[in-house]
């Protein structure tokens, strides 16, 4: 979050129709992860791999998460630690579905830096306020990102409620911390 806030998108997003489900325990597990990072009140980034269908509806499968470096502004995920992600997941038909990262406090929108180092447009970006530390009722409080005619819109409350939605499974946490 270091570069501040930026400018505003030249288009207004237009709303799809394509859901990603995050089951339940993958949120809690993404909670328990950002936990690490939260009590030492740095940023950190995980990343959601899983299914993409036809439609471009999504299932989170996995939860990844990266050897980073982590500051109380920022995080890095150097190339070989992407690397290191597409070694774990290459077993998989899995994609990637959504990059998280964390704020220091409650804005969630994207920096100019988070739209820098966003490392797919074909994900969603999650931006978790407080370093994780306050686990809310998903998605409501998050910052959901969709890249969309060039820019990555913050989605309103609506639209990413039903663009994020709960529900059963299970879900694998690759850990390369």
Request: aromatic share 10%; glycine share 8%; proline share 4%.
């Amino acid at each position: 979050m270091l570069d501040g806030r930026r400018a505003a998108a030249a288009r207004p997003y237009v709303p799809t129709h394509r859901v990603m489900t995050v089951p339940t325990v993958a949120v809690r597990a993404v909670f328990e992860l950002l936990s690490r990072y939260a009590q030492r009140r740095v940023e950190a980034g995980m990343f959601l791999y899983g299914d993409r269908n036809a439609n471009g509806d999504t299932l989170a499968r996995a939860i990844v998460v990266p050897r980073q470096r982590t500051h109380w502004g920022n995080y890095q995920v150097s190339a070989e630690a992407m690397q290191s992600v597409a070694q774990a997941t290459e077993h998989t038909d899995w994609v990637n579905i959504a990059q998280l990262h964390t704020h220091p406090g409650a804005w969630v929108e994207h920096s100019s830096y988070d739209d820098k180092v966003a490392n797919s447009v074909r994900a969603l970006s999650i931006v978790i306020p407080w370093y994780g530390r306050h686990a809310s009722s998903w998605p409501t409080g998050l910052g959901i990102h969709e890249w969309q005619d060039g820019y990555w819109h913050k989605l309103e409350r609506a639209h990413a409620e039903r663009r994020m939605q709960g529900g059963e499974g299970d879900v694998e946490v690759i850990d390369l911390a």
